[in-house]
């Protein structure tokens, strides 16, 4: 078990490797800044602890990281009130004032950027590289939103009639409650809380029972940052006590929106809760990203799109390549391309090894569903070309698969696994017709040197998000979300505050003009 100790400000966390195949064992030290190792719930500008606590294990090891508050519905309520309190204050502060303070928030995430990195690679598992450039993901939207802040506008519209004045206000909509996964324990918070924060809403933030060492200790920064009491709440939960929770956050008549990111099936239920009283809400669910591969594909480009987009987080993102459409001339070189580029640039290991590039799956349940994937597809007639092992744990060999058709699982649900079935397909029309036949259209990647392909392809995919001969897109500028049963709404970009916002129309008449 990892153990746990305090010597001056700093926290030291011990935790041993696992013994994957051709890695020695060894003890090594991951030191973070003590005020940044919260294990209580914050709720109205203090630290709050729960009669009960819940582990956080570290998913290479298995073992306990530390114990953390377990809130229920009673704590759930208590930041929902607070947080409804501090709306009536925080939405009078000037756009400028709340813009400055979220600008604070990003400087001090940057300035902490290395212990909050080791909070991640510790209780998510993604390597260390992974996690700094989470961090400087997260890091963005509070300054996007920041700026966007000051550039929230109304509109003042001619009437039809003269003697009157129509104006559209934009205000904000009230208590927003807040619910993210674990497979980007800071980003998925961030991207929401800097939009609602940004336009004057408070938050209720539920973060993952596999990840609230993130959520908590960005509680922390926003406290230091001056955001005041009530604005910010983070209420940790284990699994057992989520959907009480998140009953309580999706049916207080006291909260006027929700936003979640994680599975479509949690989605539904949240959605059904909302609509009691309802809310509005944002949604980002899951997907089951194509990557298709056409003949003019620039071969090499898309061996290296499919490989950052793939095996990011271990290929734990919503979206992550989920289906490898490849055109029959190019298709033999891809995959023999694609098995080397795996071969050479993937290592297995503890997320705090230098040298890992794939840390483990978050959890046993995870690793099964990937195992059970391979089973099902090899059994079907797919080819094992590469990996196809559960290793030690919940880590999974990256794994590559051909002769992969429609009926198999992998190319009907989502994997959230370092798997790639490769499918040949002969025509444009096929492609696509595989590519849409899918209930949910999060994000779909394509390569092509054909501009007219480029264009007719990115029309027609039935996603949200397209890249084109590009494989990681995410990014504060522009919109993320999905389209079919991926979602509801759009977060970051210009549009990720009108989640937030309510359209007031105002009528001026009588007016003697
Ligand atoms: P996963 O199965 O990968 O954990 P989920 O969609 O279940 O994905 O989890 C995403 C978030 O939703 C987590 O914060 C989790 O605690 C929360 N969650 C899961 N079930 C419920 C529920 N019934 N009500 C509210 N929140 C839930």
């Not at 709306?87 to 756009?95: N, V």
């Not at 490769?422 to 696509?432: C, G, I, P, R, S």
Request: hydrophobic content about 45%.
């Amino acid at each position: 078990m990892g153990s746990l100790y305090l010597v001056g400000s700093k926290c030291f966390l011990n935790r041993i490797r696992p013994g994957l195949p051709n890695m020695a064992r060894r003890a090594y030290t991951l030191d973070v800044c003590a005020e940044l190792l919260r294990t209580q719930g914050f709720i109205n500008g203090r630290w709050v602890s729960a009669a009960s606590t819940f582990p956080v294990l570290d998913p290479a090891t298995g073992k306990e990281l530390v114990q953390v508050s377990d809130f229920g519905p009673r704590e759930a309520r208590d930041a929902v009130v607070a947080a409804h309190k501090a709306f009536h204050s925080w939405k009078c502060q000037t756009p400028k004032e709340r813009s400055l303070l979220l600008r604070k928030w990003f400087d001090l995430v940057n300035q902490n950027k290395e212990d909050l990195a080791k909070l991640i690679t510790a209780e998510c598992g993604k390597p260390m590289k992974e996690s700094l450039g989470e961090i400087a993901y997260s890091a963005s939207f509070l300054e996007w939103f920041s700026e966007e802040a000051r550039r929230v506008y109304g509109d003042i519209v001619s009437p039809a009639v003269k003697d009157r004045k129509i104006l559209l206000l934009k205000q904000p909509v009230g208590v927003a409650s807040i619910i993210t996964p674990w497979n980007f324990p800071s980003a998925m918070i961030t991207r929401k809380v800097a939009a609602a924060l940004a336009v004057g809403c408070t938050v209720v933030v539920k973060p993952a029972e596999d990840t609230p060492l993130s959520a908590l200790a960005l509680a922390e920064l926003a406290a230091q940052a001056g955001i005041p009491a009530g604005v910010v709440n983070v209420v940790p939960c284990s699994r057992e006590k989520a959907s009480a929770v998140g009953e309580v956050l999706c049916t207080d008549p006291l909260v006027a929106k929700v936003s979640f990111t994680g599975s479509t099936a949690t989605g539904k239920i949240l959605l059904k809760h909302a609509a009691e009283t309802v809310k509005r809400v944002s949604m980002e669910l899951g997907g089951h990203a194509p990557f298709i591969v056409f003949d003019s594909a620039d071969v090499d480009k898309a061996v290296a799109g499919a490989m950052a987009s793939k095996f990011r987080n271990s290929g734990q993102t919503c979206v992550c390549s989920n289906r490898f459409l490849v055109q029959q001339k190019i298709h033999d070189v891809f995959v023999e391309k694609l098995g080397r580029a795996m071969e050479a640039e993937l290592r297995l290991g503890h997320g705090s090894d230098p040298a890992t590039t794939q840390g483990p799956l978050i959890n046993a349940r995870a690793a099964e569903k990937v195992e059970h994937q391979i089973a099902d597809a090899v059994s079907r007639g797919a080819v094992l070309l590469k990996g196809g092992k559960r290793l030690e744990g919940s880590f999974m060999q990256p794994t590559l698969l051909s002769s992969v058709t429609s009926d198999m699982l992998c190319m009907r649900e989502e994997t959230f696994g370092p798997l790639v079935p490769v499918m040949k397909f002969k025509t444009e029309e096929e492609a696509l017709a595989i590519a849409n036949a899918s209930p949910v259209g999060l994000a779909g990647y394509f390569f092509s040197q054909d501009i007219s392909q480029i264009w007719r392809v990115a029309e027609q995919l039935e996603v949200g998000m397209v890249g084109v001969n590009e494989g990681l897109i995410s990014t504060a500028e522009a919109s993320f979300g999905g389209v079919k049963q991926s979602g509801l709404g759009r977060e970051g970009s210009k549009y990720g505050v009108d989640e937030y916002l309510e359209v007031k129309y105002v009528c001026i008449g009588g007016l003697a003009l």
